[in-house]
């Protein structure tokens, strides 16, 4: 039953609409959204600068798992601020996420803020390396649908109140993963900043296609789509199609 494994949440004009959207589903590469937004909150608190450089040492980063960063440098660079949170954002780089976990202060440490912004159902415990050496791991960074929706909505109140948010909206706008997912909804003209998350594949198929976004339309409203499919059988394109189903449905009837 397609029900069982979609969880999803929509917010336009003052509406809303869901199915399953108090569940907590496993974010997965979502979970560099509410990172992002924490580190832009540490960083104007900090008064520190996106271009400010950290060193990154080859041998410190995890080799088997997604990350584009590895290829552009053979023992030891400087990494800006904003490279990582490109990396994480744009790519879904795992070791730049780890990174900015490491910088600032942990996974627990970006829980707290989504609970003081008022999102008690965001809860991140674990690394990407974590998760990576632990598979069940990955159930304990989980949120429902609807906090992520309204964390999207302050985003999308937010995201022009300081430098550091206005990058990330930046960055989350040219994002270059899950192009057959919510993008693939958008009419011509629409416009959409997004972040993809994506589970393991795994006997019994995928366990996560996620992704979660602000549609722009050109008379200037948006919407909100925040789509979980968890445990589809039959793998990741047919999970990604069941999710493009459930938004596109969720827009005719709304």
Known sequence: DNDEMVSAYIIENQKCAGINEDSLCPLFSIVKFPQAVYVAHILYESGKSLNDKITVRKRNLMKDTWSPMMNGFKVCRK????ELLQLSLQESDNNACDLLFDLFGGPEKVEEYMVELG??????AKTERQMMNDRSAAVLNVASPKAIAILLQWFYEHHNDDEYLAFVWQLMAD?????????SVLSD???IIHKTGTGFSTAKGVSAINDAGIIMHPDGSHCIAVVFVLNHPDGVDAA???LVKTIAEFLEKH
């Open 175 to 183: 994002c270059k993963t899950g192009t057959s997912r919510l993008p």
């Open 189 to 191: 003209d629409d416009s």
């Open 79 to 82: 990494f800006s601020y904003a």
């Open 240 to 242: 990604e199609r069941l």
């Open 119 to 124: 999102f008690s159902d965001i809860r991140i």
